[in-house]
């Protein structure tokens, strides 16, 4: 299969419209596979991992542009790249876009909006910390979508907004709601008393959509970027956030969701939590539960629990008579049916049917389900791994147990990501469906504004074919799913749902559930 390649020298385009391009020559005929990235070192060792570099390619500087496409054959290859040439050339003709011309810069957006006071970053990561310092510069808070901004550039950037009592969510901040409004990759959620900050992006919009599902709404939700509790940062967004929603009148308690923060930063954050006088929930996805408690607030294990507890606070705080059962007998009459369900599904299967994948767009539901699976199987594999023993050689290949987060760089470079594109869990999908060792597949669904219009839309067909390639193995296979999102968000939470039990998914509540409905079906004896 010829692979062919386009530099541009020079050129420079948003990631925005760099993932949109590639994601089209993906769904040409005969195109296997593409990639539309800056030539940056980074970029170039993403591309060698996945099989698309070439020797041309390694001339290429940072602020070149790199179109690489494999396909069926030369001529289709040729088509590909005349295609992205010709979209990247494309501008709006006079008068397309209205008689005035955009701002091109954030100052000249600045002088004609005054009254702005919040700038949306989405560039390639060597120029995002400069277009971040021009947007702090100009009184601005910052949601800095990019990545692949330096440690140090984002110390920096961090430092002066909170000297100047600015906020600078990010980088890699894929989701926050401010005053009702979602910004990137967030659902639409109903203002209320909860105020979430959060360093990952599908954590804070799964305990959102549940609390939304639960009839509590958010007051603000501040998404800091997945590093910022590192000792190198030392969570200085997560702090600034907590001590901003402590002193929000409309905030009646405080919910805080992330991986397990350096031991230092922790310490820090829960010593605000302390100062505070509002209930706070805490998430540390797979960290120790007692300094939280010692510090006196919430713990919590999961998402799905974090958000259930947080609404419990809510709903005691509205002065609601009998603010529900216990959290702990919710969860446990849930797990109990889960059990029910799974021995009904697991008599489906053949003796050497006994291994799980994991196939996400949202690098928080992976970890999550990495962290369930791997207190009650052995030996569960990631590319989320922390323990490189259980690791993945080749993220392509899945081996025994298996969680892949499809969102991280080695599957997004140059590639729309999952969210926006099921292309690549489409084909995974029908790779583990020829493994007769798999019983169930587990996917998520995220809805929302910014991400896929049908996701269930593009991913049911491709269920359905799945199941029947097994099927015409004398093999059932199971496909598990969750759906994050709520019946307000442009795609419909019970008609994606839908959509997806039609062509033969289960689908649980959440990701915690579906996470645990996957396991009692590897392991009936649980």
Known sequence: MPT???IKHSTYHDSVALMQVARELTQLPGVLDAAVVMGTPANQAILREASLMLPEIEAAAANDLVIVVRAETDERAAHALQVA??????????????????PRTIRQAVRRHPGANLAVISVAGQYAAAEAWEALRNGLHVFLFSDHVSLADELALKQYA???????????????????????????????????????GTGLQEVSALLARLGVGVSQAIGTGGRDLSAEVGGLTMLAGVRALQADPETK??????????????ARVLA???????????????????????AGAIPARTLQEAAYRAAT??????GAEGAGTAVEEIIERETAELRTLARALQERLKPDQTYLRGLFSGGTLAAETLLLWSERLDDVRSNLALDPRLGLPDPACSVGHCVVDLGADEFTVGRPHPMLDHTLRARRLMQEAD?????????????????????????GPVIRRARETAAQADRELLVVASVTGTEQDPQGLSQQVQTLEECGAVVAGCNAAAARLAVFIARPDL
């Open 4 to 6: 062919n390649c386009l």
């Open 85 to 102: 040439e010709n979209r990247l050339a494309h501008r709006p003709e006079s008068g397309e876009t209205g008689s005035t011309p955009p």
């Open 162 to 200: 909170i000297e100047r009592g600015r906020l600078l969510m990010g980088p890699d901040c894929g989701t926050a709601i401010l005053n009702g409004v979602a910004l990137g990759f967030a659902n639409d959620v109903p203002r209320g008393p909860v105020g979430i900050v959060a360093a990952a």
């Open 253 to 266: 308690g405080l919910l805080l969701v992330s991986k397990p923060p350096d031991e230092a930063v922790a």
């Open 272 to 294: 605000q939590v302390r100062q505070g006088d509002k209930p706070t929930v805490i998430c540390f996805l797979g960290g120790d539960a007692a300094p939280i408690a010692e």
């Open 313 to 318: 606070l809510a709903t005691a705080a509205d």
């Open 435 to 459: 493994d007769p060792q798999v019983a169930a597949i587990l996917l998520d669904v995220v809805l929302g504004y910014g991400v896929h219009s049908d996701p269930a839309g593009e991913l």
